[in-house]
């Protein structure tokens, strides 16, 4: 089974990563579950421009990391998602990945354990 699990925070070592390594230690205990940890901060994910090109295509047209992060979740079998919260809301690099990531209108993570 693979599990990815994605920091949304800015800071690799910050809180948000302390919970989602207690997720790790945790997963690495069963043989079945290959695990691959994002740090989304070290990625190149610009704003969606709204252009909803990606629900006729399938993929945005936007040349950066988005396309690649949405592929591993894809294949992924569970996602785990961790971010800080910001003015009571997801931090913005999450919110941008969310918008790009084929999330809500492809219904990227249906079907899947999150
Ligand atoms: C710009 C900004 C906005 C924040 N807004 C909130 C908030 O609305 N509510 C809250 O409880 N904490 C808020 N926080 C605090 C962070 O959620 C908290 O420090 C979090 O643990 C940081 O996680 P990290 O160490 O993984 O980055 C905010 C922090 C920042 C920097």
Redesign the pocket.
């Not at 910050?14 to 990563?17: D, E, M, Q, R, W």
């Not at 800080?84 to 009571?88: C, I, K, L, R």
């Given at each position: 089974m693979n599990i990815v699990i994605i920091n949304g925070?800015?800071?690799k070592n910050?809180?948000?990563?302390k919970i989602l390594e207690l997720f790790v230690s945790c997963l690495w205990t069963y043989e079945f579950v290959n695990i691959e940890y994002i740090n989304l901060s070290e990625f190149d994910i610009s704003h969606c421009k709204g252009c909803c090109q990606c629900y006729k295509s399938g993929r945005c047209f936007i040349s950066d990391d988005a396309e690649m992060l949405s592929e591993k979740i894809e294949k992924a079998d569970g996602i785990i998602i961790g971010s800080?919260?910001?003015?009571?809301n997801v931090s913005g690099i999450l919110k941008d990945f969310i918008d790009r990531g084929h999330f809500v209108i492809e219904q990227l993570l249906t079907g899947k354990f999150a």
């Open positions: 925070s800015p800071g910050g809180t948000t990563a800080p919260t910001y003015a009571s």
